[in-house]
């Protein structure tokens, strides 16, 4: 699997998972009596953090998440190339206003390539194993409210994103939309976002920016309880991507991906974000599991 399978989506694709479960409190539980504080969280404090559909302002949240990857193309019967990546990303969320917050992420990368060659061609039929380890560029976000859900219209946000060539050098600029809308205990989204490359290399394996990346996801979440919540997310991307060198065929422009997740409440205000996605459409069903910690102040 290429790099991007491991970065974090876009902010208004990522976001889009905090504003389903927030919609979704309603669903959770039975309100409180008068005057009583609640002895065990809503709902709503289990939607991914949140308590609105942005962090409210001064709020902040922590991420830390690992991923594991793994994927293989093989031209049978001559050569097969299997890779498996890990990936760590680190995440900051802060309230800057109410129903206005940025997002800074900071990814990195190890990656094992093992190439098997017929030994009729390559004179051995041991692999040949390459080993990579590099720090992926960052990006930074700023996310606001458009529109608040009401009787007849959805929640909308807007993002702008920006990645900056802190890593390998990949810069871009875009932004996105999100849409949602409840039907408790369910809600269902959907999202688009575009990011403009303004400074890629086709020829770099490293860097994962195309000229023009566009990305599209929907789904819906469901909240089972106060401490627990299930998605599933559809995800597409397309990326006019250009031969490395000019000469060999360009890497797919389209891919597609279904993602399940869960949601799980571990103490007040810490959560555990485990989820598995699965290709779709592609030549191998690659894999992808990850596992995200969350703490929230």
């Given at each position: 699997?290429?790099?991007?399978?491991?970065?974090?989506?876009?902010?208004?694709?990522?976001?889009?998972?905090?504003?389903?479960?927030?919609?979704?409190?309603?669903?959770?539980?039975?309100?409180?009596?008068?005057?009583?504080?609640?002895?065990?969280?809503?709902?709503?404090?289990?939607?991914?953090?949140?308590?609105?559909?942005?962090?409210?302002?001064?709020?902040?949240?922590?991420?830390?998440?690992?991923?594991?990857a793994h994927?293989?193309?093989?031209?049978?019967?001559?050569?097969?190339?299997?890779?498996?990546?890990?990936?760590?990303?680190?995440?900051?969320?802060?309230?800057?206003?109410?129903?206005?917050?940025?997002?800074?992420?900071?990814?990195?990368?190890?990656?094992?390539?093992?190439?098997?060659?017929?030994?009729?061609?390559?004179?051995?039929?041991?692999?040949?194993?390459?080993?990579?380890?590099?720090?992926?560029?960052?990006?930074?976000?700023?996310?606001?409210?458009?529109?608040?859900?009401?009787?007849?219209?959805?929640?909308?946000?807007?993002?702008?994103?920006?990645?900056?060539?802190?890593?390998?050098?990949?810069?871009?600029?875009?932004?996105?939309?999100?849409?949602?809308?409840?039907?408790?205990?369910?809600?269902?989204?959907?999202?688009?976002?575009?990011?403009?490359?303004?400074?890629?290399?086709p020829a770099?394996?490293?860097?994962?920016?195309?000229?023009?990346?566009?990305?599209?996801?929907?789904?819906?979440?469901?909240?089972?309880?106060?401490?627990?919540?299930?998605?599933?997310?559809?995800?597409?991307?397309?990326?006019?991507?250009?031969?490395?060198?000019?000469?060999?065929?360009?890497?797919?422009?389209?891919?597609?991906q279904l993602?399940?997740?869960?949601?799980?409440?571990?103490?007040?205000?810490?959560?555990?974000?485990?989820?598995?996605?699965?290709?779709?459409?592609?030549?191998?069903?690659?894999?992808?599991?990850?596992?995200?910690?969350?703490?929230?102040?």
């Open positions: 699997m290429n790099r991007s399978a491991l970065r974090r989506l876009p902010a208004a694709t990522a976001l889009v998972m905090s504003i389903a479960l927030a919609s979704a409190a309603q669903a959770g539980s039975p309100p409180p009596t008068v005057g009583e504080r609640p002895d065990t969280p809503t709902a709503e404090e289990i939607a991914l953090r949140d308590q609105r559909v942005l962090l409210k302002r001064g709020a902040a949240t922590i991420d830390f998440g690992l991923a594991y994927s293989e193309q093989t031209l049978f019967p001559v050569a097969r190339v299997e890779q498996r990546s890990v990936g760590a990303n680190a995440a900051l969320r802060y309230g800057m206003l109410d129903d206005f917050q940025f997002t800074v992420r900071a990814p990195r990368v190890w990656r094992r390539t093992s190439t098997f060659t017929d030994a009729t061609i390559a004179g051995t039929n041991s692999p040949s194993i390459t080993h990579e380890s590099f720090t992926s560029d960052a990006s930074i976000s700023f996310l606001g409210v458009a529109l608040h859900e009401a009787a007849g219209r959805p929640n909308v946000i807007w993002s702008i994103d920006y990645v900056g060539p802190t890593g390998q050098g990949d810069k871009g600029l875009g932004g996105g939309l999100v849409l949602s809308k409840s039907y408790d205990p369910a809600v269902i989204f959907a999202g688009i976002s575009y990011l403009n490359g303004t400074d890629i290399d770099d394996s490293k860097r994962s920016l195309a000229k023009r990346n566009v990305g599209l996801s929907m789904g819906y979440t469901y909240a089972l309880n106060d401490s627990l919540a299930l998605s599933t997310l559809f995800i597409g991307t397309y990326r006019n991507a250009s031969s490395p060198n000019g000469v060999s065929i360009p890497p797919p422009r389209e891919r597609y993602q399940l997740g869960m949601t799980w409440m571990l103490a007040r205000g810490l959560f555990v974000e485990p989820a598995v996605a699965m290709r779709l459409g592609g030549a191998t069903p690659d894999l992808t599991f990850s596992l995200n910690f969350a703490y929230s102040f």
